[in-house]
């Protein structure tokens, strides 16, 4: 597997994330075959064009129906706004860049990039942040053009979040949750 560019991170990411979610709603302890399949499909599928990353809006619903808890830890207390991409870094106030996080993950988190954050913290991402995450930085990319660069190009140190970061080795599925 040769990752060279935005596009490729990205989608590798998205597909073993794809991979991921399948495992931990099987209850699998660890990745099989028919896992494997999913993410070269998807991964396939997403180079050459003919799947894509699906928009937003299942996420959105989920989101609503997550109601006032916190995204990064489940809390329901003192809950407030946070941006996933940090507004000090250019992140604005669209929907998809907004999740309700309480006040310690919120100071905690402060300007980290989401990634970076939670690899400070020697843990992972619930599947369902990180895929509305994953989709953020593919909107992101996809308008600002970036799609096609690749990986060392120093435009990318200027982003307000960093591609490589990305996961594209995930933990094995019981040690991930939805
Ligand atoms: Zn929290």
Request: net charge positive.
């Amino acid at each position: 597997m040769t990752i060279t560019t935005v596009s490729d991170q990205i989608y590798y990411a998205y597909a073993n994330l794809a991979m991921a979610d399948y495992a931990v709603s099987k209850g699998l302890s660890k990745y099989d075959r028919t896992c494997f399949m999913i993410r070269s499909r998807l991964y396939k599928g997403l180079q050459s064009g003919g799947m894509k990353i699906h928009s937003l809006f299942d996420d959105e619903k989920l989101k609503l129906q997550n109601g006032t808890r916190c995204v990064y830890c489940g809390a329901d207390t003192e809950i407030s706004i946070d941006h996933m991409i940090p507004r000090i870094k250019g992140g604005t106030d669209i929907s998809d860049n907004l999740v309700c996080a309480c006040k310690t993950c919120n100071s905690s988190k402060g300007k980290k990039d989401l990634m970076e954050w939670y690899n400070d913290k020697q843990s992972f991402p619930p599947l369902m942040l990180l895929r509305r995450y994953i989709k953020l930085i593919y909107n992101y990319c996809y308008t600002d053009c970036l799609l096609d660069l690749k990986l060392d190009d120093p435009k990318l140190n200027s982003l307000p979040f960093s591609i490589k970061s990305l996961p594209i080795n995930y933990p094995t599925p019981d040690k991930l949750q939805h």
